[in-house]
């Protein structure tokens, strides 16, 4: 059977530096069998049209409720900075539209719990942008984990750097050094991060962490203007996952050799190893190239595993690593539309990943271990 194109609509497709031009148009160009961009928003008429122009989109818009409110419009993605998502994805659900909305949901947990009621109230379907955990390689080691190839989970090491350099950063990057943004190492690197981990072993349910911030000044590159930082930037955190297995993560934005993501997870009948490396290593691993290695029984020597096809969902001409989990995101979106089903994160496991982090962040407050809510809802 065949299904009309999902028409979508994002907000913060601007053409300079913008998330949504590196990722989310690509990842849409790649799958126009099943979508079409139909509208493009920023905060600014002229850069609207520039976008639309490059893209060969039909309307611009630089009022987002015009946008929501388009007729031509199924779906709207809101890809801009954290603070403005609470008020952009209410637009589009007052407008009655589909939403998918990058990660972090909101800035806080209250505002995504929120979000959470209103996508209910208005009806549709919602889907949050967490997607390192359709990573074909990701999912394979989930599949594996599944059918018992390194039998029962009993340990798992996180390493995740994302080198910032020496202390110069671009200044639309500033907004994420204040802790009140929610947009920091612990929020972005942790959230999607911790996902994958969740994907793979289930949920985390209880949590000891220390939070601490090491660089606490910043230069901005365009101006030299120093920038204070207030958002931690190294996270420690040891976890009990659902079957009792040790969790151990440690993410931090200092300089590493070979900067980029490290999950080990042993168990009693092997061990696999998801490595991130070549282009958006240092970024983290929803932005990363992943490799697979595992070994099992005695053998301590890991190889690298091939990722079986059916994990890759999109065309092979998706270009670039930054635009694969989106379309991969996008793909299994479009099924959910038509069969019902929800294999996308919606707001929900959004809620509940907030609240994760709001466990973190006690557990370094009080000194004391925390139990993590089992749902979002």
């Not at 801009?80 to 008020?87: G, Q």
């Not at 659900?93 to 589909?98: Q, S, T, V």
């Not at 490799?291 to 059916?310: F, I, Q, S, V």
Request: proline share 5%; aromatic share 4%.
């Amino acid at each position: 059977m065949t299904h009309p194109k999902i028409r979508v609509g994002i907000i913060g497709a601007g053409l300079e530096r913008s998330w949504a031009a590196r990722s989310h148009v690509p990842a849409l160009q790649a799958l126009s069998d099943r979508f079409e961009l139909v509208a493009v928003g920023t905060s600014r008429p002229e850069s609207a049209a520039l976008a639309a122009e490059q893209w060969s989109v039909p309307h611009a818009f630089a009022d987002a409720r015009q946008l929501a409110e388009h007729p031509d419009v199924d779906l709207v993605t809101v890809a801009v900075k954290v603070p403005h998502h609470l008020e952009l994805v209410e637009t589009a659900l007052a407008a009655g539209k589909h939403v998918y909305c990058e990660w972090p949901l909101a800035r806080t947990t209250a505002e995504a719990e929120r979000l959470l009621k209103a996508a209910q109230a208005a009806d549709v379907r919602h889907w949050v942008g967490l997607q390192a955990r359709q990573s074909p390689v990701v999912s394979h080691a989930a599949e594996l984990i599944a059918d018992g190839y390194v039998g029962r989970v009993t340990s798992v090491h996180v390493h995740a750097s994302r080198f910032r350099g020496t202390g110069v950063l671009p200044s639309f990057a500033a907004y994420t050094l204040d802790r009140a943004n929610g947009a920091g190492t612990l929020e972005v690197a942790g959230g999607h991060t911790l996902d994958v981990v969740e994907a793979l072993v289930g949920p985390l349910t209880q949590v000891s962490s220390a939070l601490s911030l090491q660089r606490e000044e910043y230069t901005l590159a365009e101006t030299g203007e120093p920038v204070r930082a207030t958002s931690p930037d190294v996270v420690q955190i040891a976890a009990t996952a659902t079957g009792g297995a040790a969790v151990s993560v440690h993410l931090h934005d200092g300089r590493i050799h070979d900067a980029g993501t490290l999950i080990d997870i042993a168990g009693t009948e092997g061990s696999l190893t998801i490595a991130s490396e070549g282009q958006g290593a240092p970024s983290g691993v929803q932005i990363s190239e992943l490799r697979l290695l595992g070994a099992r029984g005695a053998d301590t020597g890991h190889a690298e595993l091939e990722t079986p096809a059916h994990h890759r969902v999109v065309p092979a001409g998706v270009p670039g690593v930054a635009a694969l989990g989106v379309a991969q995101n996008y793909a299994r979106l479009a099924a959910d539309l038509a069969d019902g089903t929800q294999t996308v994160p919606g707001f929900g496991e959004g809620v509940r990943l907030h609240r994760l982090l709001d466990a973190v962040r006690n557990s370094a407050a009080t000194g004391t271990r925390q139990s993590v809510p089992a749902t979002g809802d």
